[in-house]
């Protein structure tokens, strides 16, 4: 039977007029092709982007290292070092290049120690391409570090990358290299400020600690800014010291471009470690409790109120201590802390009467009307008439930040999540997460390296230039 034959050639033109012509795949195909026949495999696709990267990429490196040889300052030509090699890991495979090594002007001061040779094309550490890391760091901040590995190797023809490990310290690397470098330039670098008052929200979740000796668990505060017009920034950090979360904090604020003087909102569940926090940062903010965490506590307090007494002799009990509780809740509602804590108080005394002490789940309900009590105390200074502000749009609860501790820490951190985290790695692995729920991962990529991934302005100024 006949065969059908793609030859795919090559065609470079590496100086002008000059071209070489090489042949990087040939796809046979019976004529009686059934439908898994028809186009390119996925094998296939991998071999043949796999021979073009291996074609491209050491014309480029070669071409580098010639164009590089005069210096910049007094354009004579520099003596060479040799070469050394190195693989540069790219989406599409690994590709040992040899890189040229130049010596150091003699018009340049060398610091005594100082290096005296430079390589033409700087690969880092690892030579991974920005996109493979890109790429990798994006999908691991979603998913578990196996299944990317795994969705990589299966699509692309990359080598080791089906290692989860890999995976994981490449994430990683990103998260310090990349991304902390991006908010550490916007946090120095005028920024522009949100337009209007902002809104910001602090919580608290729990993540699985590697150090289970020390510590079970370790918190990690998350947060999320909401500007005038819509626009959400969220941000996450491992709580390590007041120092450093306050730190942390103020560039997190300076990254959604809210300044000191700038006028904001800010609602906390009443954690005094989180009001220092804000505090510090945002010293004229509006402060508010959320009324969601006092709520909860409250409803737990009237379903101790409901169920007092063993039968119906003590019904009257009950429906008493409901009373209480409910217009204490009223009160608050409304803005009239002073009635709300007498009402409290009246119902704590209440439950400490001698001929009550028999009354079955008495305790219960003295102990959380005290609690109550204590938690509204302790927080007055930011307890606010929550029924005129939600009668304006204001915001009065932090139900916007429990979503962005679901979304930041639980879904990839606990949930079905059976990895342990230590405090020093879990930082940047937050970063780049929550960059790439900020869709900000391209643009600490862009800072880092100015060719990646042009942005649509770049390609819109290319096209009108052209």
Same mark, same amino acid.
């Given at each position: 039977m006949a065969k059908l034959v793609w030859r795919v050639k090559l065609v470079a033109e590496l100086r002008p007029g000059v071209t070489t012509e090489t042949e990087v795949a040939r796809i046979e195909r019976d004529e009686q092709a059934g439908l898994a026949e028809l186009?390119?495999?996925?094998?296939?696709?991998?071999?043949?982007?796999?021979?073009?990267?291996?074609?491209?990429?050491?014309?480029?490196?070669?071409?580098?290292?010639? =164009?590089?040889?005069?210096?910049?300052?007094?354009?004579?030509?520099?003596?060479?070092?040799?070469?050394?090699g190195a693989r540069f890991r790219s989406l599409f495979g690994d590709v040992p290049v040899r890189v040229r090594r130049l010596l150091v002007c003699p018009c340049q001061d060398v610091i005594e120690g100082g290096a005296k040779s430079f390589? &033409?094309?700087?690969?880092?550490?690892?030579?991974?391409?920005?996109?493979?890391?890109?790429?990798?760091?994006?999908?691991?901040?979603?998913?578990?570090?196996?299944?990317?590995?795994?969705?990589?190797?299966?699509?692309?023809?990359?080598?080791?990358?089906?290692?989860?490990?890999?995976?994981?310290?490449?994430?990683?690397?990103?998260?310090?290299?990349?991304?902390?470098?991006?908010?550490?330039?916007?946090?120095?670098?005028?920024v522009m400020q949100a337009g209007g008052p902002v809104v910001v929200g602090l919580d608290g979740g729990y993540v699985r600690s590697r150090h289970r000796q020390d510590e079970q668990h370790f918190e990690v505060v998350a947060g999320k800014v909401i500007r005038a017009d819509g626009a959400q920034h969220r941000f996450a950090f491992a709580r390590n010291g007041q120092a450093t979360a306050s730190e942390a904090f103020q560039q997190a604020l300076a990254a959604a471009g809210v300044h000191v003087d700038t006028p904001a909102t800010v609602l906390c569940d009443g954690d005094a470690g989180l009001w220092r926090l804000q505090r510090e940062a945002l010293p004229d903010a509006t402060i508010v409790l959320d009324w969601w965490h006092a709520a909860v506590r409250f409803e737990h307090a009237l379903q101790l109120a409901r169920g007092l007494g063993a039968g119906p002799a003590d019904t009257h009990l009950a429906d008493k201590a409901v009373r209480g509780l409910e217009r204490a809740k009223w009160r608050l509602w409304h803005g009239r802390w002073a009635g709300c804590r007498r009402k409290l108080a009246a119902l704590c005394r209440w439950t400490e009467r001698k001929p009550l002490r028999d009354v079955a789940g008495i305790d219960r309900l003295q102990r959380h009307a005290s609690e109550l009590l204590?938690?509204?105390? =302790?927080?007055?200074?930011?307890?606010?008439?929550?029924?005129?502000?939600?009668?304006?749009?204001?915001?009065?609860?932090?139900?916007?930040?429990?979503?962005?501790?679901?979304?930041?820490?639980?879904? =990839?951190?606990?949930?079905?999540?059976?990895?342990?985290?230590?405090?020093? &790695?879990?930082?940047?692995?937050?970063?780049?997460?929550?960059?790439?729920?900020?869709?900000?991962?391209?643009?600490?990529? =862009?800072?880092?390296?100015?060719?990646?991934?042009?942005?649509?302005?770049?390609?819109?100024?290319? &096209?009108?230039?052209?």
């Open positions: 186009g390119l495999q996925l094998a296939e696709a991998k071999q043949l982007t796999a021979a073009l990267q291996a074609e491209i990429v050491p014309a480029q490196v070669a071409v580098l290292g010639e =164009r590089r040889r005069n210096c910049l300052a007094c354009g004579r030509v520099l003596a060479s070092k040799g070469h050394y390589a &033409a094309l700087d690969f880092g550490g690892d030579g991974v391409a920005p996109e493979l890391a890109y790429v990798t760091a994006r999908y691991a901040a979603l998913v578990p570090f196996g299944k990317v590995a795994t969705l990589l190797s299966e699509l692309l023809p990359i080598d080791g990358v089906q290692n989860t490990g890999t995976v994981r310290n490449r994430t990683l690397r990103v998260g310090q290299d990349i991304v902390r470098q991006h908010l550490s330039d916007n946090a120095e670098q005028p204590g938690y509204l105390e =302790r927080n007055e200074d930011v307890l606010v008439h929550y029924a005129a502000r939600r009668r304006c749009g204001e915001p009065i609860s932090t139900a916007f930040v429990e979503s962005v501790v679901n979304e930041i820490i639980a879904k =990839r951190t606990n949930k079905k999540q059976q990895m342990r985290w230590n405090r020093a &790695a879990v930082q940047p692995f937050l970063d780049v997460r929550t960059a790439v729920l900020n869709d900000t991962l391209e643009d600490a990529f =862009r800072s880092r390296h100015p060719g990646f991934r042009p942005a649509n302005d770049d390609h819109m100024a290319t &096209a009108a230039a052209a």
